[in-house]
């Protein structure tokens, strides 16, 4: 089965610092991979998702995540955030087109002026 | 782009009630909707699946007498609460599958607040 790490619980950052968010996932089949953002007591949004191809896949807001097969990660980044990033971010995977999303444990970020 | 409509967004009743949560997509057909479970801090627990014209497809765990789902249309399934309980308090939110491979992906509602008291 699969399954999806997101390796920090919480990353503080100063504003127009770079940050990275980090997500492992397993699985023994090829995935679809996707990132989240979610602001207090809403839905989620959709950041950017890879299916196929290009491994760096760019997002809204100036995300981008790169897809590594050889590490199973699927690292989110921005080179400069802003107060208004502040929120929690999910990784999630499904299998294949009929599969279900799974997601990971969530990260909040917390951007600080 | 794609939009999924939930309601009521927030919802406050009575122990032994139930609830009816509403999740329409609004500008494509969902053949498959998802509800999920989020408790304060916490990540997004599946509950169930839901297939248009068939019977949902629970997960590990979640009551299917007491979460009753109703796909009947391809962009409309429901998430009824029966018999709420103050621990079925919670953020519940959907999701719709569009299966288009172009648009592929997962589009989720705002959430519904559940407090039972």
């Known amino acids: 089965a699969q399954s999806v790490t997101q390796l920090d619980s919480q990353v503080p950052v100063f504003e127009e610092a770079p940050v990275e968010l980090r997500c492992n996932y397993s699985?023994?089949?090829?995935?679809?991979l996707f990132w989240y953002v979610q602001y207090p007591n809403q839905g989620l949004q959709l950041l950017l998702k890879?299916?196929?191809?290009?491994?760096l896949v760019k997002g809204i807001n100036g995300f981008e995540a790169e897809f590594n097969k050889s590490q199973t990660s699927f690292h989110l980044r921005k080179p400069s955030v802003h107060i208004s990033d502040t929120a929690e971010y999910f990784c999630?995977?499904?299998?294949?087109?009929?599969?279900?999303?799974?997601f990971g444990q969530g990260t909040e970020l917390s951007v600080k002026p | 782009g794609a939009v999924v409509s939930q309601h009521p967004s927030r919802v406050i009743c009575k122990s032994g009630t139930s609830v009816k949560i509403e999740c329409r997509s609004l500008?494509?057909?969902?053949?498959?909707m998802f509800w999920y479970r989020q408790f304060p801090k916490q990540s997004l627990m599946l509950m169930a699946t839901?297939?248009?014209?068939?019977?949902?497809?629970?997960e590990q765990g979640v009551e299917k007498d007491k979460f009753l789902i109703n796909h009947a249309s391809l962009t409309l399934s429901t998430l009824t609460v029966t018999s709420a309980h103050p621990e079925d308090s919670s953020f519940y939110i959907c999701?719709?599958?569009?299966?288009?491979?172009?648009?592929?992906?997962?589009?989720f509602g705002s959430g519904t607040r559940l407090t039972v008291v």
């Open positions: 999701s719709a599958r569009d299966s288009g491979f172009a648009n592929y992906g997962y589009t």
């Open positions: 699985s023994s089949v090829s995935v679809y």
């Open positions: 890879y299916l196929s191809g290009s491994t």
């Open positions: 999630a995977v499904s299998v294949g087109q009929g599969g279900k999303l799974i």
């Open positions: 500008d494509f057909q969902a053949t498959t």
């Open positions: 839901s297939n248009e014209g068939s019977k949902a497809t629970y």
